[in-house]
């Protein structure tokens, strides 16, 4: 049985969504479908000095309405904007005072390559967390562009010899378990995860990574 798990690359993203490398046997960043402004692949939320929690967002070039991932570009300014942006949560203005790696990791740019930056740092990310697994773009696969949907996930799966596609608890509305029979793939969900939604970022500023990791493994299921 070789498990594979399709997901955007995100920006610093909850504990929970690291399931997926310790579930998987390959990751697969989903960078070859269109940008979704409002999601979570270039922000997520920190507590601010007053408790609240507001956006910090990944300085991006603008671009067409529908752009792909793999297409988003970083300005030049794009270290100065997003470390200015930083000091405005307490958390992360501690860490780039004491010049902690992961926060130093998040202003290195050496490309204008967004989905290159977000996927090196979700591999920074795992490797503090001591799971290795492989991580692939999808947009390397080079799968038929008019595929879409479930049908893309089933192609992704299939062209790297997947027999079980694993995905977090929100996708089970997205896909038929009766087209993933029909392909030979096995179709599973991780349970809700039980241990908070805050950025993996603020957590691992603030706790041992082997303690999350240990959380992460006992979250860690898959259910039909």
Known sequence: M?????????????????????????????????FPRRGWVHRNRFADAHGNLDWLTLPLVKADRDARIDELRLPPDVRGRLETAMRRFPVLER???????????????????????????????????????????????????ALRAGDRVLAIVKALGGT?????????????????AHAGVELCFL???????????????TEPPQAISREIERETALVE
């Open 2 to 34: 070789t498990t594979i798990a399709v997901m955007q690359p995100y920006f610093f993203p909850y504990a929970g969504y690291f399931r997926l490398f310790t579930a998987a046997d390959t990751v697969v960043m989903f960078d070859c479908v269109q």
């Open 95 to 145: 860490a780039l005072k004491g010049e902690h790696p992961l926060i130093s990791r998040a202003l290195d740019f050496p490309s204008d390559d967004a989905a290159g930056y977000l996927c090196g740092l979700v591999r920074d990310v795992t490797s503090m967390l001591n799971i290795s697994k492989p991580m692939i773009r999808s947009s390397t696969l080079h799968i038929d562009p």
């Open 164 to 180: 079980r596609y694993v995905n977090p608890p929100g996708g089970r509305d997205l896909y038929d378990r009766g087209s993933f």
């Open 191 to 205: 349970p809700p995860y039980g241990a908070g939604s805050g950025s993996i970022l603020s957590r691992l500023l």
